[in-house]
């Protein structure tokens, strides 16, 4: 856990939950003394800008996302950028919402010099990340925000990924990045594996209950949807508005290829395999994420049980807040931001539970999870960056 003091701050958005921790003023102090020693205030490198970051796939969803959020950022300033097809075009022009006196309003570029850079964010599609991070030198530290070194068992990922990886070495290296479940294992890493979206969402709540033995690891069901850029910004006929809007597609059933990395995590918490039943939806929103998760309590244990689990094992956290009593977590309350509010209900079938957790697909679920992260291996505090409130509505 960082060195952050959170106080509580009492929301309220229509419904009566007041848990969601705010910046507290110990946190605004020390976030105060590092502003100080950063001379840029558009967050163009300087030789005092503590570390010089690259974002690559800088043109797509999570790539602006990761510019917005280091805009905000007292100690990361943006080296270079790469892009596809966009090589070649300021960010200006390519997410016009960026240009602001805050951004350098930089190039993208397709092949770049990494040799003044100290970190990247790779915010790549998968099966084309591993084929680039092969190649870049080893003083980076690599944030990847893909899928493709997230599975430790190579032949799972042939088997949901369609191909053999090919950088198995580096993947043995790779830490799984679910910062609050890993976080001494990836202040040290040199590789982060940044989870999926739907991942990050279902392990949240239920490693701590699996851990603490209250649920059964048979018959977990998760229902989950997804907001339309949780598909990325490429023009797929499937994602157009008249496809999307006004309805509800389920996809992927049966088989999705976040199955096994929720699995594995699953597996890891109970020391034993896990099997689930998962199917995701998209649906006509453009950012968010709801899991709802349906699982079996233990002989004898109850949903207040679970709750207090939850609370105790997220009490020292500030992104994952667990919602009083009866109050239920609404995507609108996370939008912008890097928190996960979950919260659990008794099931009407006598020794379920039903647990909701929603969370931002491109901030806790990508971008903001992935800052969280090189924050902690770059030895600043883990919330640096990451001071927004939600946008509501
Ligand atoms: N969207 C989400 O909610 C989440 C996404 N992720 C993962 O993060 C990664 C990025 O996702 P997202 O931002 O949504 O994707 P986008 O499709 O929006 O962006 C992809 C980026 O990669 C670049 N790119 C594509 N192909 C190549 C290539 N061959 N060589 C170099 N650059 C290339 C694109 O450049 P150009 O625009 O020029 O073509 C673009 O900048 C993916 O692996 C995704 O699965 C993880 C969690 C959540
Ligand atoms: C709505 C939608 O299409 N969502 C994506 C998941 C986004 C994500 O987390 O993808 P990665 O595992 O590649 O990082 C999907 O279902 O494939």
């Known amino acids: 856990m960082s060195a952050v003091s959170s106080s509580s701050l009492c929301f309220y958005t229509g419904h009566s939950w007041n848990s969601l921790k705010e910046f507290g003023r110990g946190r605004k102090q020390q976030d105060k003394k590092l502003l100080v020693k950063c001379s840029s205030k558009n967050g163009n490198p300087s030789s005092q800008n503590a570390a010089r970051v690259g974002v690559l796939g800088a043109s797509g969803y999570t790539g602006s996302e990761v510019l917005r959020l280091l805009a905000n950022h007292p100690q990361f300033g943006i080296a270079l950028m790469t892009a596809d097809r966009k090589a070649g075009q300021p960010i200006s022009s390519v997410f016009p919402h960026l240009s602001t006196r805050d951004l350098p309003d930089l190039i993208a570029v397709k092949d770049a010099d990494f040799s003044d850079v100290d970190a990247v964010f790779c915010c790549l599609p998968h099966g084309t990340t591993q084929e680039i991070i092969i190649g870049l030198p080893n003083h980076l530290k690599i944030v990847d925000l893909s899928a493709d070194f997230r599975l430790k068992d190579l032949s799972e990922y042939e088997e949901w990924y369609g191909q053999p990886h090919r950088a198995p070495d580096l993947q043995k290296e790779a830490v799984y990045g679910l910062t609050e479940v890993l976080r001494q ?206 946008l509501f509505p």
């Not at 069901?221 to 508005?241: C, P, Q, T």
């Not at 939008?335 to 659990?344: D, P, S």
């Not at 039903?354 to 971008?367: C, F, M, P, Q």
């Open 185 to 390: 294992e990836i202040k040290n890493a040199r590789l982060v594996a940044n989870p999926g979206c739907y991942p990050t969402s279902v392990q949240l709540p239920v490693v701590p209950l699996i851990k603490a033995g209250l649920v059964e690891i048979k018959n977990i069901i998760i229902d989950a949807k997804s907001g339309v850029s949780g598909a990325g910004r490429s023009a797929k006929e499937n994602l157009l508005f008249t496809e999307v809007t006004e309805g509800l597609n389920s996809y992927g059933v049966t088989r999705h290829r976040h199955v096994p990395e929720i699995e594995q995590g699953l597996a890891d918490a109970a020391g034993s395999k896990v099997t689930v039943s998962f199917t995701p939806h998209l649906i006509p929103m453009s950012r968010g994420m709801q899991s709802t998760i349906y699982v079996e309590m233990a002989q004898g244990v109850r949903t207040e049980d679970l709750h207090r689990q939850l609370k105790l094992s997220y009490q020292e956290e500030e992104y994952v807040v667990v919602l009083e009593n009866g109050a239920i977590p609404r995507t609108h309350s996370v939008k912008g931001t890097n928190y996960c509010l979950i919260n659990v209900f008794p099931d009407r079938i006598p020794g379920r539970a039903i647990i909701i957790s929603v969370i931002d697909n491109l901030v806790k679920g990508a971008s903001g999870q992935a800052l969280q992260n090189l924050n902690l291996i770059m030895g600043f505090p883990e919330n640096l960056g990451l001071h927004y409130l939600p």
